[in-house]
């Protein structure tokens, strides 16, 4: 059994106010020689080290004072959530004077090394040696940054801990501007979406672009909160980005839960999780933001895909891609879809407009929820959400329920923001069909499939609903007019070719639009 100081732990405890100054602090340390958009590549790793550190140390102590001299490796062992190889807890690496970045890239390989299935990959591929990205001033301030943190057990709980991770995900997406849509989704669409879809004990929730694991997150602390059992809920993840599918991992493991599995990887070109026939796996819940209208998705190979039912998208926008993949992936019976997604969607022609009749047509899309602008990172634009189920309730077979919450937002000093009643008012305007607020709340209807056939199976929410907010009216009004003549344009070319073709013109040399 290996020598350590021998301290006794003493504990203290911190509060949320004071944890969150600290790990602000240790960002900080970092500003001036790295990017902010770099600043979770290395805060993120560090703090997650000093917390298996920090733990392993607790646990020791706990053993010895159960076992006094008689403790062995074999029974500490189980005592121990992770195993840390001698020569890799924070206190032995960190003191070294040479070579230090390249020190810590080792102990974090042999971490990894030891804990094969619950931690490959999961510190990232950042380059910790090299100096020219992390020059070592900046390397030894964030170590004394964080060397004025304990984060055991006793000290910090670990609601307090993803808590404090949480905020550094916000900071950092901050930080970023546009770049935070690659990892951060605004958690008020995330607990909207959350609310909506309501995760039950037992299901599988799956989030097929689960950037920093926000929304797997979420679903754990709805079911926490409301005093259900949360453990033994099933997360599953997958995020083609290697630093953020890192920051997914360590962000479950820092909020107490274990039954996750992340996969890194592109899910459009290659689904990580499938069954045994080798068809996409299904969930009971199924939730995302994807990246918004992704060119170079992978339509080359969609054309002999199942998840292709209603169509393969077009090559240069993927929104599609992702929304037949999620209902690809919904249980039967019990599967429910939720995914943010662009306007664009709802009334884009071509490709897009027969998928979307399909979809129409299959009668799983429940709903349309229009979202305040400007809330996310990567865009101003609006956004709004689909909601898909595999068994839609009585009341609502055959009809889509259209939710206008446009108005429900304050403007903040970058962004728009949604406050946790403006959520709670749309989750309940979802639930009972009905605006909860009265006149201007949240705008609802509960739309017939025939209307919604007569509009040539347009979405647009402005068609069916007025538009409530002032910043979102005129983008209403216009995509109805552009979706008219849209549509007029289409039409009156379709009759003139008619008329040509009849003529004997040959069609070939027109090159005929697809709307």
């Excluded at 390989?109 to 950042?126: H, T």
């Excluded at 304990?150 to 404090?164: F, I, M, R």
């Excluded at 090559?315 to 664009?344: C, E, L, T, W």
Aim: hydrophobic share 40%; with cysteine.
């Amino acid at each position: 059994m290996r020598p350590l100081d021998g301290k006794k732990h003493v504990p203290v405890t911190i509060t949320q106010q004071e944890l969150e100054s600290r790990l602000k602090a240790a960002a900080n340390a970092l500003r001036g020689p790295v990017d902010p958009t770099d600043f979770k590549t290395y805060v993120f790793p560090m703090l997650f080290w000093k917390w298996i550190s920090d733990t392993w140390v607790y646990e020791r102590d706990a053993a010895i004072d159960e076992f006094g001299d008689d403790l062995d490796d074999e029974v500490e062992a189980d005592y121990h959530r992770f195993e840390m190889p001698e020569g890799t807890l924070w206190s032995e690496v960190t003191g070294k004077v040479k070579n230090l970045g390249a020190e810590i890239a080792r102990a974090f390989q042999l971490i990894e090394k030891a804990n094969p299935r619950s931690l490959a990959g999961v510190f990232g591929d950042a380059s910790w040696g090299n100096q020219e990205r992390l020059p070592q001033s900046a390397l030894l301030a964030l170590i004394k940054a964080f060397n004025e943190l304990s984060l055991d057990p006793t000290t910090v709980s670990h609601d307090l801990l993803g808590a404090g991770y949480e905020y550094l995900l916000k900071d950092f997406a901050d930080e970023s501007g546009k770049k935070a849509g690659e990892f951060f989704t605004p958690r008020s669409v995330v607990n909207l979406l959350v609310g909506i879809l309501q995760p039950e004990p037992g299901e599988a929730v799956y989030d097929p672009t689960c950037g920093s694991g926000g929304m797997l997150v979420a679903t754990i602390n709805q079911l926490r909160e409301a005093g259900k059992n949360h453990r033994s809920l099933r997360l599953y993840g997958q995020e083609i980005n290697l630093t953020t599918s890192s920051i997914a991992r360590m962000n479950l493991f820092l909020h107490e839960i274990e039954d996750f599995d992340i996969k890194r990887g592109d899910t459009l070109r290659a689904p990580a999780f499938k069954d045994n026939n080798g068809a996409v796996r299904t969930f009971d819940v199924v939730i995302a933001n994807p990246p918004f209208s992704l060119t170079n998705w992978g339509a080359d190979r969609w054309p002999a895909d199942p998840r292709a039912f209603c169509g393969v998208p077009p090559a240069k926008n993927g929104d599609y891609a992702f929304i037949q993949h999620m209902i690809s992936s919904m249980n039967p019976g019990s599967g429910r879809v939720g995914v943010v997604m662009p306007h664009g969607v709802l009334f884009r022609g071509g490709a897009e407009a027969r998928i979307r009749q399909c979809l129409i047509e299959k009668d799983q899309l429940e709903a349309v929820i229009g979202l305040p602008p400007n809330l996310f990172y990567s865009t101003a634009i609006p956004a709004c959400l689909l909601i898909f189920r595999d068994k839609k309730s009585a009341d609502r077979k055959d009809h889509i329920l259209f939710v206008d919450g446009s108005a429900r937002f304050a403007k903040d000093k970058n962004q728009n923001r949604m406050s946790g009643r403006d959520v709670d008012a749309l989750i309940d305007a979802y639930r009972t069909g009905e605006d909860p607020d009265g006149e201007g709340g949240a705008n609802v209807r509960l739309v017939p499939f025939d209307e919604i056939k007569e509009n040539g199976f347009d979405l647009i929410i402005g068609r069916y609903i007025k538009v409530a907010a002032e910043e979102t009216a005129d983008l209403g009004t216009a995509l109805v007019a552009y979706a008219d003549a849209r549509q007029h344009r289409i039409d009156t070319e379709g009759v003139m070719f008619e008329r040509l073709g009849a003529a004997g013109i040959d069609l070939n040399m027109f090159e005929v639009p697809n709307g």
